[in-house]
């Protein structure tokens, strides 16, 4: 029928403020979700419609960015520039299957945009996309672009990876997925603002077709007003309908055929980092797509996470201060406000023994490394009877949606906060 904002002026304790605002319903015959990666309403669309199991779909995959945003005297920038590394600091040997790169650019007048993506199928536990991150700008072909400039912004947020098989069915009764909410990035080319560009014009002319031939179906055997006023005739639920030729329009489509022909992309890499790039170069120099294999997933990114005794610590060298910096001293260049609202980041009750009792002591608590704004950190256990609880700092939250894809079973659920909360960036 529609969708419903959430109340806002509420306190930490669940009590109305004096600013409180009741939600409101906006109705509406077909709704379009573009959430972005890991939307909070796709997702629930997804299991409530089981529209992976309808298409038969992999578990999404993702990848985690973490990004700064430097400014650099002008006679250093080079707008225009691109690079694209792999490799160091996260993999190191051609048999490693820990996926990941970076990325930097620069842009006039005088900024430089650089960045760290990171699998979020990785196995070790201990690994710490942004102490990777931080890592990798001390590289001497990476530092020598920052040296003499200054940080201004910092963010994270994760990215669709599965591609091609993980596209779950498009459409529902009164809705349908569109952009990253369904997953049409282009993990080959790190491109999706096409895709999902595309998927909203396909959706938009979808949509149009049926509500068009609705009202004129309807028009001829029934009045869609009464009484003048402005509710219509018959119950909304009785008529929702599906606008099935939008998957239609979508596996006819360019975004179809382009996602196919690199669907392969992704999986190379489970077989090591020289496999994945051979396999690369033979799906998009030879193969275009035509290959007869399938290399699929089966499981989600938490699941993939070994047990931290089964893995070799990782120990990240001290930010300097200068190209590197403590998490904490970065989150405060993002602006981030969840000021006196409750917490949007909140345990599943079926999972609440899961942090004390399986991801602290199987996994050596990962959620205090993955998280790109230190959300997640565990007590000493000394007042727990030597049993560490975890502490959730939702505050601090960049909106990136790491957590509710790779803690142990998925044990977060991460809601909607109040507008106009979150990260305030800049240039990101």
């Not at 038969?56 to 920038?77: F, H, M, N, R, S």
């Not at 977060?412 to 240039?427: K, L, R, S």
């Amino acid at each position: 029928m529609g969708i419903a904002t959430r109340d806002m002026g509420i306190d930490k304790d669940g009590t109305a403020k004096g600013t409180y605002t009741r939600g409101m319903e906006i109705k509406g015959r077909q709704v379009l979700f573009a959430e972005g990666a890991r939307g909070s309403c796709s997702e629930e669309l997804m299991d409530t419609f089981e529209l992976r199991k309808a298409a038969g779909a992999d578990p999404q995959t993702y990848g985690l960015g973490v990004k700064e945003v430097w400014e650099i005297p002008e006679e250093k920038c080079t707008p225009g520039l691109v690079m694209h590394t792999y490799g160091w600091p996260l993999q190191k040997s051609l048999n490693d299957k820990v996926y990941g790169g970076a990325f930097l650019y620069h842009m006039a007048p005088n900024k430089v945009l650089c960045g760290f993506v990171v699998g979020l199928d990785y196995e070790n536990p201990y690994l710490s996309p942004y102490q990777t991150f931080q890592t990798w700008k001390h590289h001497p072909e990476i530092s020598k672009h920052l040296e003499g400039g200054e940080c201004v912004s910092y963010g994270a947020r994760v990215l669709n990876e599965g591609g091609f098989y993980s596209i779950p069915k498009l459409t529902f009764p009164g809705g349908a997925l569109i952009g990253c909410s369904a997953g049409f990035l282009n993990a080959f080319k790190i491109k999706g603002t096409h895709t999902a560009m595309k998927s909203g014009m396909l959706a938009a002319e979808s949509v149009f077709e049926l509500l068009t031939a609705e009202d004129a179906r309807k028009s001829v055997y029934d009045h869609v007003w009464v009484d003048g006023s402005e509710e219509p005739a018959v119950n909304a639920s009785d008529t929702t309908e599906e606008c099935a030729v939008y998957q239609s329009k979508f596996d006819e489509s360019w975004v179809h055929e382009e996602l196919k022909e690199v669907r392969n992309f992704h999986g190379g890499f489970k077989m090591g980092t020289l496999m994945g790039f051979l396999n690369a170069g033979f799906i998009s120099v030879i193969s275009k797509g035509k290959e007869t294999w399938a290399l699929r997933n089966s499981k989600t990114d938490s699941e993939k996470t070994k047990p931290a005794a089964e893995c070799e610590e990782i120990v990240y060298p001290k930010p300097d201060g200068k190209l590197s910096f403590e998490l904490l001293s970065n989150l405060s260049r993002i602006g981030t406000n969840h000021e006196d609202q409750p917490s949007h980041l909140r345990i599943k009750p079926e999972f609440a023994d899961i942090p004390a009792n399986e991801s602290y002591p199987v996994y050596a608590g990962p959620e205090q490394r993955f998280c790109p704004a230190k959300v997640y950190e565990y007590t000493d256990g000394s007042d727990t009877d030597g049993v560490p609880q975890l502490v959730i700092n939702a505050q601090n939250c960049v909106h990136c949606k790491c957590c509710s894809i790779k803690m142990p079973k998925e044990y977060i659920n991460w809601t909607v906060p109040e507008g106009a909360g979150g990260p305030n960036y800049d240039v990101m």
